[in-house]
């Protein structure tokens, strides 16, 4: 049974930093992608950005491009997501999944199949 479950999410003020994670078990994810999302209140499922799990290759929103960076260490099964210079706007539910990898930019929810329970980040002014 494959499980994602995310962690580090919390309070911070705008400027500030957190560091999400998102722990993988149950499967064989060599040939998978490492995605982020979040939602804001209000707001539909937003792309952050995400990592192959292989390569190591990234992409992310534009938006997030400078501020948040994707990484993966192979050891813990864990992929993070740093989040630098974060603005009240940020503020949402943060979710990772995991689907096959496609040879195309893999920004749609559509194309993971696996979902962790999400963590709320909140950034206050």
């Known amino acids: 049974q494959v499980e994602l479950v995310e962690s580090g999410g919390g309070s911070v003020q705008a400027g500030g930093s957190l560091r999400l994670s998102c722990v993988v078990s149950?499967?064989?994810?060599?040939?998978?992608?490492m995605g982020w999302f979040r939602q804001s209140p209000g707001k539909v499922l937003a792309f952050v950005g995400y990592i192959r799990w292989s390569s190591g290759t990234t992409t992310y929103a534009d938006s997030m491009k400078g501020r948040f960076t994707i990484s993966k260490d192979y050891a813990k099964n864990t992929v993070y997501l740093q989040m630098n210079s974060l603005k009240p706007e940020d503020t949402a539910d943060y979710y990772c999944?995991?689907?096959?990898?496609?040879?195309?930019?893999?920004?749609?929810?559509?194309?993971?199949?696996?979902w962790g329970q999400g963590t709320q980040v909140t950034v206050s002014s």
């Open positions: 149950g499967g064989t994810f060599n040939t998978y992608v």
């Open positions: 999944a995991a689907g096959p990898s496609r040879s195309v930019i893999m920004n749609s929810p559509r194309f993971y199949d696996y």
